[in-house]
T-cell receptor
């Protein structure tokens, strides 16, 4: 099946720093989604991308749909303590469900 | 709107027991999904439904059955639970197929099989 490689696996940063994470795939995706999950909760949608090359922002978050349709990145600017959590990329190819990356654990040190 | 709700939140089963997880959504979404989340594995699709009365297999369907008798409900059943089914189960729903497939997730059910 389709696989997504998400990196880094975890990040330890200082409050105020910028964050960057990415996902790559061996297959082409038509849609890229970025989710955040906090402990004991379900994933919450942050940004959805539908076109190759698309760059979309949501507050301090910016995500891009790679031109090759095989990758996407998420940037968080000026991190704050509430940004802590696990960030997942997810892609949709021809199937109806989503393929998820294994997540990036973001830990912020005050 | 409550969004996507799941019951129960926690459950402990013995090997061989059966149970049903219930997912309900009040957003009039056509599509519903069941995922399992294991440490280091991300979320993996078990089964999904494209509408009332229809179901389809996902990536890891073995050992599970589903039913979608009403548009707002999607049930996940384990007929004979195994320790390998210890996981956190998430239900999701989305409005329609095609390019726009933003899935909204429930809070999860944590299942332990002893």
């Amino acid at each position: 099946g389709q696989q997504l490689n998400q990196s880094p696996q975890s990040m330890f940063i200082q409050e105020g720093e910028d964050v960057s994470m990415n996902c790559t795939s061996s297959s082409i995706f038509n849609t890229w989604l970025w989710y955040k999950q906090e402990p004991g909760e379900g994933p919450v949608l942050l940004i959805a991308l539908y076109k190759a090359g698309e760059l979309t922002s949501n507050g301090r978050l910016t995500a891009q749909f790679g031109i090759t349709r095989k990758d996407s990145f998420l940037n968080i600017s000026a991190s704050i303590p509430s940004d802590v959590g696990i960030y997942f990329c997810a892609g949709r190819g021809g199937a109806d469900g989503l393929t998820f990356g294994k997540g990036t654990h973001l830990i912020i040190q005050p | 709107n409550a969004g996507v709700t799941q019951t129960p939140k926690f459950r402990v089963l013995k090997t061989g027991q059966s149970m049903t997880l219930l997912c309900a959504q009040d957003m009039n979404h056509e599509y519903m999904y069941w995922y399992r989340q294991d440490p280091g594995m991300g979320l993996r699709l078990i089964h999904y439904s494209v509408g009332e009365g229809t179901t389809a297999k996902g990536e890891v369907p073995d050992g599970y059955n589903v039913s979608r008798l009403k548009k707002q409900n999607f049930l996940l059943g384990l007929e004979s639970a195994a320790p390998s089914q210890t996981s956190v189960y998430f239900c999701a729903s989305s409005y329609l197929r095609g390019a726009y497939n933003e899935q909204f997730f429930g809070p999860g059910t944590r299942l332990t099989v002893l």
